[in-house]
Nanobody
Framework: QVQLVESGGGLVQPGGSLRLSCTAS????????VAWFRQAEDKEHEFVAA????????FYGDSLKGRFTMSRDNAKNTVYLQMNSLQPEDTAVYYC???????????????????WGPGTQVTVSS
């Protein structure tokens, strides 16, 4: 099993930026993906972005590409989500999660992620 911990959430004004971090401890094998999901109040989880190991391929939610960028630091076992031009509709709890042996068709599938962090709150408000 792997443990995931998110950080970097907070309150930001519309148009501002935040960078979220997700640090993993434990082993994940050679083929896995780490993703960000978010859940706004009274809404279902939404896929935000994912990155695969070992090739580093990235995937984004359809409405988010261009504003959000996911990256990784292998030495620190950490992935990042750089969020720019934030809007009130980006307000949500952001979770990172891990999927083992992903394939392209399952990258966005929440049910395939077996390890989850506790989440970090992002609030976009003036």
């Amino acid at each position: 099993q792997v443990q995931l911990v998110e950080s970097g959430g907070g309150l930001v004004q519309p148009g501002g930026s935040l960078r979220l971090s997700c640090t993993a401890s434990g082993r994940s094998g050679n083929s896995y993906a780490v993703a960000w999901f978010r859940q706004a109040e009274d809404k279902e989880h939404e896929f935000v972005a994912a990155i695969r190991w070992p090739n580093g391929a990235t995937f984004y939610g359809d409405s988010l590409k261009g504003r959000f960028t996911m990256s990784r630091d292998n030495a620190k076992n950490t992935v990042y989500l750089q969020m720019n031009s934030l809007q009130p509709e980006d307000t949500a709890v952001y979770y990172c999660a891990r999927q083992v042996n992903p394939i392209a068709s399952t990258i966005r599938a929440m049910y395939r992620y077996d390890s989850w962090g506790p989440g970090t709150q992002v609030t976009v408000s003036s």
